[in-house]
């Protein structure tokens, strides 16, 4: 990058470090709030995602927050393992990437601090809880209709995502005959036969496509885009280099085709593409009001997820490209939705015009981009690298095409005010 391009980046960096300094406190018993202004609460997800830009930040005080909450997740998880999905509140479960977050980011704190027993008991609960999240006692895991983090996006069984969560934190956890299991069931194909023959488990694989499904269970799935769920597949090595090269191309050539039609006006990808439309089987009618084509779960583009992508790219060995992208995420995090601030680090921008549509100075928006940034500056992943690392001796395994048959609440709803109040 130029010198005036590094100087936008160390401005970003900066604002982003203001941003979380202000959110390290919020009205709930001093934990950290989701966003500076819209969400006070202290929820999960958020503040797991965020622990990868937060223990890249160097701030000592932004650590001792992430300790704080992580203590406090360990006291208030339930008797059987799960994690609530409001940090402070032990009765608000549910959520299918909560507990496998809080595993990955208190193994990433693990190794930021040198603690290695840090929450022993804890997380140790937490890995029982994830074995019995597998319907067939086979490590990959299922989950309901909008418990991950897209509350208004129907995703259901064998979630990309929530297993590539679980993949990376068998594989820091040294779990490795259930973390080549794991990779092995995902490397399958979908099944697209009328019946589930005996014998034949369905995978996350496409055929005649580089990406993984978004979800699949027996003979039902999603062949959408799922961007943070393909990002953590190259990030932690699931998709081998081969794949991961094909995949990047195939997004950018995506999103340059999007560009042509209209329907993306930014140098980033949506979270989730085609978008769904009402003419489409997956469609819901609720998604007419809350999760229209372009927006949310159903194409908006997420400063968070872009930043998972930025380092996907540098671990695919695309350094350059992640320069253009981190550029590109640099302007994306600057417009702000309604705070009077230089870089609104907003939740979620409408892919056909770029408006931010979010709550300004999130969370996770902001922490991202440092996790992105020093990605692109060092040439490393911090973290996946180890991922990776743990994954690289042990033989990948490939899709076999003998087993591919042919044959509430919504997050949304603080970004207008016509919209209910978020899910957690």
């Known amino acids: 990058m130029g010198q005036g391009q590094t100087t936008s980046v160390e401005r970003a960096k900066q604002a982003a470090l203001e941003a979380l300094l202000h959110n390290a406190s919020g009205p709930y018993h001093g934990l950290p709030r989701a966003a500076g202004w819209g969400y006070p609460e202290p929820y999960t997800r958020d503040l797991m995602i965020a622990s990868f830009g937060i223990l890249v930040s160097g ?29 402070h509140d032990p009765e608000d479960r549910g959520a299918s990437d909560t507990t496998p977050l809080f595993l990955l980011a208190a193994a990433a ?9 840090f929450l022993s008991e804890a997380v140790d609960k937490a890995r029982v809880w994830m074995d019995y999240q597998s319907p067939e006692d086979r490590v990959l895991v299922d989950q309901l209709p909008t418990s991950d983090w897209r509350d208004e996006q129907w995703v259901q069984g064998f979630g990309l995502y929530v297993n590539t969560l679980l993949y990376c934190c ?60 393909n990002s953590l597949a190259i990030l932690s090595g699931l998709a081998s280099p081969s794949r991961s090269q094909a995949l990047v191309s195939w997004i950018e050539r995506e999103c340059e085709a999007l560009k042509e039609k209209g329907e993306l006006a930014l140098d980033l990808p949506p979270n989730c593409f085609p978008y769904m439309r009402p003419e489409d089987p997956d469609w819901r009618p609720r998604y007419a009001k ?25 671990a695919a060995g695309r350094r350059k490209l992640a320069e253009e992208k981190l550029l590109a995420l640099t302007r994306l995090v600057r417009p702000a939705r309604e705070a009077e601030v230089d870089y609104g680090f907003n939740e979620w921008v409408r892919a ?14 902001a922490a991202m981009y440092l996790y992105a940034a020093a990605s692109v500056e ?31 609440e919504s997050r949304l709803a603080r970004s207008n005010g016509e919209r209910p109040p978020r899910q957690s």
């Open 59 to 87: 701030s000592e005080r932004l650590i001792r927050r992430l300790r704080r909450v992580l203590e406090v997740l360990a006291r208030n998880q339930s008797r059987l393992g799960h994690i609530p999905s409001l940090v």
């Open 109 to 117: 704190f693990r190794r930021a601090t040198g603690e290695s027993g």
């Open 170 to 229: 068998l594989r820091l956890f040294n779990e490795d005959k259930k973390a080549d299991q794991l990779r092995e069931l995902m490397s399958q194909f979908t099944i697209n036969a009328e019946a589930k023959h005996r014998h034949v488990h369905e995978g996350l694989v496409l055929r005649r496509k580089p990406y993984y499904a978004m979800w699949s269970y027996k003979m039902y799935g999603s062949e959408r885009f799922d961007l943070l769920g």
């Open 290 to 314: 809350y999760n229209r084509p372009g927006e949310y779960h159903n194409g908006g583009v997420w400063p968070f997820v872009c930043g998972f992508y930025v380092a996907a790219l540098v």
């Open 352 to 365: 056909q015009d770029g408006e931010p549509c979010g709550q300004d100075w999130q969370t996770w928006s």
């Open 378 to 408: 060092t040439g490393a992943t911090p973290f996946f690298d180890a991922i990776r690392r743990a994954g690289e001796d042990r033989k990948e395994p490939r899709a076999r095409p003998q087993q591919s048959e042919d044959g509430g």
